[in-house]
């Protein structure tokens, strides 16, 4: 009987509500593009756009991560500090090593750093399930200790890769190229390749989702709750340190200032890409959309003169509210 | 008391949301000076009665009249502004102002800019004084107990003048000491002129204070009597008696039922003590009690969903759950009454809440098989008649029926052994009703063991073949076959008989 009302009005809402939301970010992005390119045409170049791409890809690695937590209603602020400390001591792990079997050495200190990632969202997941803290009071202390620590292991400065021979070794895999793709646009398309089939097709991806979307539900359903939280941090960690491992051929170096502001960032590219807050929603494909939606504006920003480069924080913090307005118009009321 | 003229009267008074009519062609009338007590069984519409009588909802139909003029509150305050208030069963105040900030809250004294501190807590402590109670008004309210908590929402409550007082079942969470110290300030308010409105499901306190009884029954009025010529027995029969016999299954209780489920000096610390039952293979067991004894407490704990302690043997072997993962992996599913909030996930579709309890059965190599998935929905949606206009909905876009549907479609993927429904057709309309009754019947009968948690003593008596009955966390009665009846129910849940006693001793 109460089915009767509604049965009057088919499936209208499926449409709209899940389509146009999902959808939304590419939208975003192709205007982005087509209005960049009416401004300077070099912009729509191959060159250019790879290079955007490159650029972003540190972000948007990190961001993959970060769609894991935030869809699961957790936060993460560390990440920025944590990118810092891995690059740090995998640099330093690098330089203790006995020099030869350049490749060798590279493949260890990866590993190292993967581990080190690893442990670091091991931590912050496990003081946010089994300390019962709040995510947000959490990462922002590990985010404290993180970036001390490398500033402490640099001794205040900078901490480089010494070895030249070392340097060259891994030079590629930031600046290498593979059939003409660039290293780095590569590791972003495994990445969230791997990400998106984790969160939308295994058993985990779901109950990342389920304790998002209300955790009382996720644990009177018989979901370890606190295992799938914890594990979304791990993931965090993990991708952290893959993006330090192409951050570090770029630079060879980590300092202080090091994934500074990266964590706004990242959570900025995964509310961007229609991820919710709040939990419950997770898109990979929009979230690394919404990291080259933020690099995309810094670009057309420098090839323009439209606004001074010196206000990109601001137009990217524009970014997000005006996001955050479309999304909450698409969903109405939801 | 025929002299002076009714202060608030309710004439046809019915509300409905969302098409289903929860109250119909309610007549009341209050007179001063007159404790006039409304009675009923969860979801008889006592609490929306009382709502629309104090201005928290607006009528759907009908009116009410103030004075003989008739008046549309547009809201608690209007309604408060006309001297009529309604003190809610639930705490409403801030923990971490004081008393006196408390009562004054949205209404505070001032002097100049600046709020007047000690005329307020020189007024507070006056409106407690009134009560019966001495309290610091500049002491924070975390720091009273639930009882002092709210004499102090009462005494918010009072503040000003008032005609007409509306009580939710206030003595829900008071001792019996402290109920007789709030019965002692009702029957001031009544010698103050004013009239009470007092809502509870226990009995022998409305017998000791009503002057009126109100029955309601399904949304409807039963009848209005003298509490005089009422004991409460009389009063549980006029809640309760009505013919049911089409609605449930016929029903031939298993002869000899194994034990499948042992539970012995079962604690949930707080909320049960000593729970001790035995499930028997083929068996449905009814749970009985009021809102708060302890019946979804024990569930959740004999299901791993809470803290407890003491004995479980499942088909004779002990058996520990420390969550719901191992229970239902032993084959005990509870099905929880808070559907939208434990229930489903109200965001997500069909699919995904179909699945999510069972998922380990729908992966192949590490990944959600979308077409077993598929057909998963398929057999529910044809096996337990759920019906939605699309299968892309979300679980909250359903019918409450046929989200309980959808629940247990999700729930029997776990092919579970015990089944606990806790309150299986709250908030259900009668049809979907039926069709969970008799699901429930046919489960029973393929060899499962059923528990039913329920406040409603017809569906218990409907279905079940055994009903124990709880009252404050224990265990009190096991009612079967003949003695299994609304009025035995009702006195064990009450404790009727006992207190009846009591209260006549004391007002002789």
Not at chain 1, 46 to 71: E, K, M, P, Q, Y
Not at chain 2, 267 to 290: H, K, M, N, T
Request: net charge neutral.
């Amino acid at each position: 009987m109460s089915e009767t009302p509604v049965a009057s009005r088919p499936a209208r809402r499926s449409w709209r509500d899940l389509d146009l939301r999902a959808v939304a970010p590419f939208v975003a992005l192709a205007a982005l593009i087509l209005f960049g390119a009416s401004l300077n045409p070099n912009f729509v170049s191959v060159d250019n756009l790879l290079n955007v791409l490159s650029r972003s890809a540190f972000i948007a690695i990190i961001a993959v991560g970060a769609t894991f937590v935030i869809s699961a209603g957790g936060l993460d602020l560390s990440v920025g500090s944590m990118s810092a400390f891995v690059a740090g001591t995998m640099i330093l792990f690098i330089n203790a090593a006995p020099v030869g079997g350049d490749v060798a050495l590279i493949a260890l200190a990866m590993t190292m750093a993967l581990v080190t990632g690893a442990l670091c969202g091991l931590a912050n997941g496990l003081f946010v399930t089994l300390g019962r803290l709040e995510p947000f009071i959490v990462t922002l202390g590990t985010m404290g200790i993180f970036r001390a620590l490398t500033v402490w292991l640099a001794e205040g400065g900078s901490i480089a890769v010494r070895s030249q021979e070392v340097r060259a070794a891994y030079r590629p895999v930031y600046f290498g190229e593979l059939w003409g793709v660039p290293a780095p646009v590569i590791v972003i398309l495994v990445v969230a390749l791997l990400g998106a089939v984790i969160l939308n097709r295994t058993a985990f991806g779901r109950h990342v989702i389920a304790v998002g979307s209300n955790e009382e539900v996720a644990r009177y359903s018989g979901i370890p709750v606190g295992r799938v939280r914890t594990l979304t941090y791990v993931i965090q960690g993990v991708c952290v340190a893959i993006a330090v491992l192409v951050y570090v051929p770029r630079l060879g170096s980590a300092t202080a200032t090091t994934g500074l502001m990266w964590e706004l960032q990242a959570i900025t590219a995964v509310v961007i890409g229609g991820t919710a807050l709040r939990g419950g929603v997770g898109r990979i494909w929009g979230t690394v959309c919404g990291a080259l939606i933020l690099e995309l504006i810094g670009n057309i920003m420098v090839l323009s003169d439209l606004v001074s480069e010196y206000l990109i924080g601001a137009v990217q913090g524009a970014i997000i509210i005006v996001a955050m307005l479309v999304q909450r118009a698409l969903s109405r009321g939801r | 008391m025929s002299a002076p003229a009714p202060v608030l009267e309710a004439r046809g008074l019915s509300k409905s949301f969302g098409g289903i009519e929860v109250l119909r062609g309610i007549d009341l009338t209050l007179m001063p000076g007159e404790v006039h007590a409304v009675i009923g069984e969860n979801g008889a519409g006592k609490s929306t009665l009382m709502k629309l009588l104090s201005g928290h909802l607006a009528p759907s139909g009908g009116e009410i009249r103030l004075d003989g003029a008739r008046v549309a509150f547009a809201g608690p305050v209007a309604a408060e502004a006309l001297g009529i208030v309604l003190v809610h069963q639930e705490i409403l105040l801030a923990p971490d102002l004081t008393v006196a900030q408390n009562i004054y809250l949205g209404r505070e004294i001032r002097r100049g800019p600046f709020v007047d501190d000690p005329t307020m807590n020189a007024g507070a402590a006056e409106a407690v004084a009134a009560l019966g109670a001495a309290l610091d008004p500049r002491i924070a309210v975390r720091r009273l107990s639930i009882a002092q908590r709210q004499l102090v929402q009462i005494a918010r409550a009072l503040l000003g003048t008032r005609r007409v007082v509306i009580f939710d079942e206030p003595t829900a969470s008071l001792t019996p000491r402290e109920t007789e110290a709030l019965l002692g300030v009702i029957r001031e308010i009544r010698a103050g002129g004013a009239a009470v409105l007092y809502i509870s499901h226990r009995l022998p306190e409305v017998k000791a204070i009503a002057d009126q009884v109100t029955v309601l029954r399904d949304g409807a009025l039963v009848t209005t009597r003298a509490a005089a010529g009422l004991d409460p027995h009389a009063m549980a029969e006029l809640m309760v008696g009505r013919d049911v016999s089409k609605l449930y299954p016929d029903r031939a209780p298993p002869e000899t039922a194994a034990p499948v489920l042992e539970v012995e000096d079962f604690d949930v610390p707080g909320f049960v003590s000593g729970a001790r039952f035995r499930l028997g293979r083929g068996e449905i067991l009814g749970f009985a009690g009021l809102v708060g004894a302890g019946r979804t407490e024990l569930m959740e704990g004999i299901a791993g969903l809470r803290p407890g302690r003491g004995r479980l043997r499942l088909r004779g072997a002990p058996v520990r759950f420390h969550d719901a993962r191992e229970s239902q992996r032993a084959g005990v599913v509870y099905l929880s009454e808070d559907r939208k909030g434990k229930g489903l996930l109200l965001g997500q579709d069909l699919t995904v809440n179909l699945t999510l309890a069972a998922l380990a059965r729908f992966t192949r190599a590490g990944l959600v098989d979308r077409g077993r998935e598929a057909a998963a929905l398929d057999r529910a949606i044809a096996d337990f008649d759920i019906r939605a206009r699309s299968r892309a909905l979300d679980a909250g876009q359903l019918s409450g029926g046929n989200q309980q549907k959808l629940l247990l479609a999700k729930m029997m993927l776990l092919e579970p052994e015990v089944v606990i429904i806790d309150e299986p057709t709250r908030g259900i309309d009668i049809g979907t009703k039926e069709q969970i009754y008799r699901w429930i019947a046919a489960l029973a009968a393929s060899g499962k063991s059923v528990i039913v948690v329920s406040s409603e003593m017809p569906e218990l008596i409907g279905i079940c073949d055994r009903v124990l009955v709880m009252r404050g966390g224990r265990i009190v009665g096991e009612l079967a076959g003949a003695r299994m009846t609304e009025t035995e129910i009702a006195v064990l849940a009450t404790g009727a008989s006992e207190k009846e006693a009591a209260m006549m001793a004391e007002s002789a």
